[in-house]
């Protein structure tokens, strides 16, 4: 029953920011790490972005000091921000969380947003 929504994707110029958002909802007792993957026609899943839920991140090298990923634990809400964006992030964006439930402990996926940065 939980659920991982993401939202914020969309279309930008090479250069553009997007802030994506991935909001956990339901049966949720604790949440305990999370992260952004993407994909592409004909390409293996790649993963960009990692956060605990004491704050340590990871990151993709590739987006290592354009992208940050944040969470706020309140909200059981995730973030990436995403700055000056290159085609080649063009991706949907999948988010992932581990939650602990009170019935379950196990990996959880969003739908995807799409992000597409093209001039």
């Known amino acids: 029953q939980v659920r991982l929504v993401e939202s914020g994707g969309g279309l930008v110029q090479p250069g553009g920011s997007l802030r994506l958002s991935c909001v956990a909802s339901?049966?949720?007792?604790?949440?305990?790490?999370m992260g952004w993957y993407r994909e592409v026609p004909g390409k293996q899943r790649e993963l960009v972005a990692t956060?605990?839920?004491?704050?340590?991140?990871d990151y993709l090298d590739t987006v290592k000091d354009r992208f940050t990923i944040s969470r706020d634990n309140a909200k059981n809400t995730m973030y990436l921000q995403m700055n000056s964006l290159k085609p080649e992030d063009t991706a949907l964006y999948y988010c992932?969380?581990?939650?602990?439930?009170?019935?379950?402990?196990?990996?959880?996926w969003g739908q995807g947003t799409q992000v597409t940065v093209s001039s």
């Open positions: 992932t969380a581990k939650i602990l439930s009170g019935s379950s402990n196990r990996d959880y």
């Open positions: 339901g049966s949720i007792f604790y949440i305990v790490d």
């Open positions: 956060i605990s839920r004491r704050g340590t991140t």
